[in-house]
């Protein structure tokens, strides 16, 4: 178990510009789900995939943002035309969905997060 | 939206004492799980207590919870200097993609 791992730790941007993240989740989970968390705060949650599918996303997550798991393994996630109020750190987490026979109760396990700063 | 809601937000302890954190919630739940996070790092996965349990240990963490009241509770035992973290509860709802809300933390701070 290789834990969750996100890139880059740390991103500086200037407001406008188009930034990507990525997350590779422990490798035999089928669920990954992005969250932002602001200084002081909880994270919130932003969207969440099944393998590829991209199954629920967060009014938070404006039209400037995306995500992709292309091959159901890794993720990205993209924000576009960056604002100041993006600033916030990133957290990406997986967990073992339901299988059959499984307990459907399962933790989530985070990476480190990526911290975006907009200048 | 944040759904659960800590009490204390932040505390200050000795080693060795307990530490008692109470989390409340707003709706159905599959499960109620507690997170310690780190400044500047993620969130590590404590305990994860299903909503038909009423407590649950783990090692010197002790979690309750009352489905009736809407509200679970975190002791930690023996506190050591490492206990020093954010810690949060989050809620899994009942018919919700296993997505969490969780709680504004709580901070505590543990005096060698």
């Not at chain 1, 991103?11 to 406008?16: L, Q, S």
């Not at chain 2, 509200?71 to 973290?85: F, H």
Request: hydrophobic share 30%.
């Amino acid at each position: 178990d290789t834990g969750v791992s996100q890139n880059p730790r740390h991103k500086i941007t200037k407001r406008g510009q188009n930034v990507t993240f990525r997350c590779d989740p422990i490798s035999e989970h089928n669920r990954l789900y992005w969250y932002r968390q602001t200084l002081g705060q909880g994270p919130e949650f932003l969207t969440y995939f099944q393998n590829e599918a991209q199954l629920e996303k967060s009014r938070l997550l404006s039209d400037r943002f995306s995500a992709e798991r292309p091959k159901g393994s890794f993720s990205t996630l993209e924000i576009q035309r960056t604002e100041q109020g993006d600033s916030a750190m990133y957290l990406c987490a997986s967990s073992d969905g339901m299988v059959t026979g499984k307990d459907s109760n399962q933790p989530q396990h985070f990476g480190d997060g990526t911290r975006l700063s907009i200048l | 939206s944040q759904q659960g809601e800590e009490d204390p937000q932040a505390l200050s302890i000795q080693e060795g004492e307990n530490a008692t954190m109470n989390c409340s919630y707003k709706t159905s739940i599959n499960n109620l799980q507690w997170y310690r996070q780190n400044s500047g790092r993620g969130l590590v996965h404590l305990i994860l207590i299903r909503s038909n349990e009423r407590e649950k240990h783990s090692g010197r963490l002790r979690v309750t919870l009352d489905t009736s009241k809407k509200s679970s509770s975190l002791l930690i035992t023996a506190s050591r200097a490492a206990d020093t973290a954010s810690y949060f509860c989050a809620t899994d709802p009942l018919y919700g993609n296993n997505r969490l809300a969780f709680g504004k933390g709580n901070q505590v701070v543990v005096i060698p």
